[in-house]
Structures are given as structure tokens and as C-alpha cells.
């Protein structure tokens, strides 16, 4: 068997071959990401001999590897895509300790011989069209959370008791408000039938004749009353405008995400917390509980001894594991490790807050939160680890949700 290493990188790769016995087949080469050098990577491999003979082994390095991966997989070698973490292990157990991208590739290819690691299953084509629109959508989301961070900042100038009037400050009524009249300075001159109008549209009916008389008189009594900052006023309007355009391409992705159908979708949307949206990202991410489930026999006697499960291995792919520094008699604090999928971690996030508050989880907030007297984040920490494990069981076993059964899960 020849086991090819591929070091994966923006613009060019490194690839290099050996056999069992760790003899160099293929000297380092150089693969560039274009038409010709796909050309060379088709020609080199034919001539190392054929597909079923070969495993060729990637380093999940950003997104750079999926265009190869798809490209190998299509000329019909069998592909390995592993955390970049085990290669980078295997140059530190080097004594001249040497790190170049030619000999990365020679490090990569001694990984797949030895076997020691767990592949990532490569996604179907639905599970990889999930998979980018749930990126694509965390991205948008966190550029909206920015932007109304953007405007707080601004309203601080231009009218600081704004937040008061909104118990959200970014709502649609607000936003319809602010587009208009950014600043206390405007606001406290408008007039009560303009601002009704605006406002009654917005809100739907549901802000009355003397909610608007309260935003009126907030402004007249503003410290920021009288002060002109047109600047400001102007970066009001345009956030405004940019968070609409935000939230309108967040809506956009759910109604895609919404109605993908993905296997599994339907259970995980048993568990409290977990919406169409929030299941479809955490299939994605997971893409199948099998990876989890069926140990490498190589290392099921090692995950034995330590009281590993399956659990366990996609607890620390979602970064929720704990993460254990000791030395001697020394013991330092256990932080969570966050090393896995930080958009699974942010679904389960997502999913423990709403879930909070659902019987099946209540007493664990209320416990962290109330009775262990831990922040609120800490606290939800908790909660999507129980999430993640309800996500596990219902995979796993084919089941939907069962609070009575889940109840009794330590």
C-alpha cells in the first residue's frame, strides 16, 4: 500500500508518497491550485500506481482542502481528511525539529501509515450545502451582532436613555425610528402624528398614543438634548440600514436551512431548545453519529482504560470537554477546551438557552445558577452539555426525545 501525505495551503500543496515500510516513493512535490497543477496531481498519483492501491491522507486546514478532496475522491482514491493537530504532534516528536511544507507532506503521509487518528467522514452533498449555509449564516449573524454593538455606541452620543424606551433597542420599531429621527436632538421636535404614524406601522398597532408621548418627552429631557453630532446621526441612519439588510439575509438563510431535509432532522427537533434551523446546523456539523459511535479498534482498548465513550468523543469535537492541566502535585483550573467545532459549540449554545427553562433542564440552571451561585454563562456551559448528550442519545438510539428517560441521565 502506498500512503500519500498532502499538505494543504491557499495557493500551492505539497505531496509526498511512502510505502508500509516507510520508504519515499514520491519526493516532496509541489501542486498548485489551479487547472495545471490538478493536471500534474491526476499525472503524478497514475504514476505511482493504481487507486485501490493508495491512501492519500489531507489535513482539514480551513477550507482549502475540500476542493482537493472532491478532486481525489472524483478520480477514485480513497481520501483521509484528519485534524491538523496530529501532524503538527508528529513534528513535534521530531529531534532536529525542521517545519516546511515539503517535509509536512512526508509527515502527513507517515500519519495515514501509521493509522493513528480518526478520519472525518467526508459530507453528502446536502449535508455539505447544510453545512456551508449554517457557516455562512453564523458569519452573517456576528457581523449583525457587531453592527448593533456599533450603533449602541453611537446612541451613547446622541441619546444615551434610548435604551430604556425599547426593551430592544434593535427592534423593528426602533430601527423604523431611528432610521428617521437618530438622535434626541430630532426627536424632541417631532411631532406626535408624524412619529404615530411611523411607529403604529412598524409596531403593528401594538405602540399606543402615549408610548409615543414617553419617547417625546425621554428626548425633550435627554441629556444629549441640544447636542448636535450630524456625524453620528448619519452612522445612526446607515447601521440601521446595514442591520436591516443583515437581518433580511439571516431570514433568508433560515427559510434554507428550514427546509433542507436532512436524516435526523425530525429527532433532534423532539429535544426542547432545538428549532428546524438548530437541528440542520448540528447534523451538518456532526455530519453522522456513527464517527462517534464505532471506536477505531487501534484505540478502543486506550478509550477503555480512560472510561471513554462515544459521548465523550463528541464532547470534545463540540470543545465542551474539559480541558486538564496538571504537573507533579500541581493542579491547575479546568477551563473548557474549545477546541472543536465552534459553530456546533454556538448551536448548543443557542439551543441551551431557550432550553433553560424547559423541565427537562430547568433544575440544572437553576442549580449552577441559583444554588452554585456560577455565572450565567457557566451555567449554560451545563445546559448544552446535557443538550449535546440528548443530541447523542436520540442519534444514536433512533429515538426521539424522553424527558422521563433523560431525567434519569447522570
Known amino acids: 500500500m502506498i500512503h500519500v501525505g498532502v499538505d494543504i495551503a491557499k495557493l500551492a500543496h505539497w505531496m509526498a508518497a511512502i510505502d508500509d515500510q516507510g520508504v ?74 525542521r517545519k516546511s511544507d515539503a517535509d ?29 449555509l449554517s457557516r455562512y449564516r453564523q458569519k452573517t449573524v456576528a457581523r449583525s451582532a457587531n453592527a448593533k454593538k456599533r450603533m449602541q455606541k453611537c446612541l451613547d452620543l446622541v441619546f444615551p436613555e434610548f435604551t430604556t424606551l425599547f426593551s430592544d433597542e ?5 430601527l423604523a425610528l431611528l432610521s428617521i429621527m437618530p438622535s434626541a436632538r ?14 403604529v406601522k412598524c409596531s403593528r398597532g401594538h405602540l399606543n398614543g402615549e408610548r409615543i408621548q414617553d419617547i417625546i418627552t425621554s428626548a425633550k429631557a435627554s441629556i444629549a438634548a441640544t447636542r448636535v453630532d450630524e456625524a453620528t ?29 436532512i436524516p435526523g432532522k425530525e429527532l433532534l427537533e423532539s429535544i426542547p431548545g432545538i428549532g428546524p434551523v438548530l437541528a440542520v446546523v448540528i447534523l451538518a456539523e456532526i455530519v453522522t453519529i456513527q464517527r462517534f459511535t464505532t471506536a477505531d479498534p487501534r484505540r478502543q482498548l486506550r478509550n477503555r482504560s480512560r472510561g471513554r465513550n462515544g459521548f465523550h468523543r463528541l464532547l470534545a469535537f463540540a470543545g465542551l470537554d474539559a480541558r486538564v492541566c496538571e504537573s507533579g502535585e500541581w493542579r491547575g483550573t479546568r477551563r473548557m477546551s474549545k477546541r472543536g467545532s465552534v459553530y456546533l459549540r454556538t448551536a448548543l449554545y443557542r439551543a441551551a438557552f431557550k432550553a433553560k427553562n424547559h ?9 449552577h445558577k441559583v444554588y452554585m451561585k456560577q455565572p450565567g454563562k457557566v451555567a449554560s456551559s451545563h445546559i448544552a452539555r446535557k443538550v449535546l448528550q440528548a443530541v447523542y442519545g436520540v442519534l444514536s438510539r433512533n429515538v426521539p426525545f424522553d424527558p422521563v428517560a433523560f431525567k434519569g441521565v447522570a
Open 359 to 367: 423541565e427537562s433542564f430547568k433544575a440544572i440552571w437553576e442549580h
Open 170 to 174: 434593535c427592534c423593528v420599531s426602533a
Open 24 to 97: 519515499v516513493m514520491l519526493k516532496p512535490v509541489r501542486i498548485t491550485q489551479d487547472a495545471e497543477g490538478y493536471r500534474l496531481l491526476a499525472n503524478t498519483l497514475r504514476s505511482l500506481g493504481e487507486p485501490d492501491a493508495m491512501v492519500i491522507g489531507l489535513e482539514a486546514t480551513g477550507h482549502y482542502w475540500m476542493l482537493m478532496a472532491e478532486e481525489m475522491t472524483r478520480l477514485g482514491y480513497q481520501v483521509r481528511v484528519f485534524n491538523p493537530i496530529l501532524s503538527g504532534s508528529a513534528t513535534r516528536m521530531t529531534v532536529r525539529g
Open 104 to 132: 509536512d507532506a512526508l509527515l502527513i503521509a507517515k500519519v495515514v501509515r501509521d493509522g493513528n487518528f480518526v478520519a472525518m467522514p467526508l459530507p453528502s452533498t446536502e449535508q455539505l450545502r447544510a453545512k456551508q
Open 233 to 261: 446621526e448619519m452612522a445612526i441612519r446607515m447601521t440601521v440600514a446595514e442591520i436591516t439588510l443583515l437581518q433580511e439575509q439571516i431570514d433568508a438563510y433560515d427559510k434554507e436551512l428550514g427546509a433542507l431535509n
Open 186 to 199: 430630532l426627536m424632541k421636535d417631532a411631532k406626535s402624528n408624524a412619529l404615530a404614524k411611523t411607529l
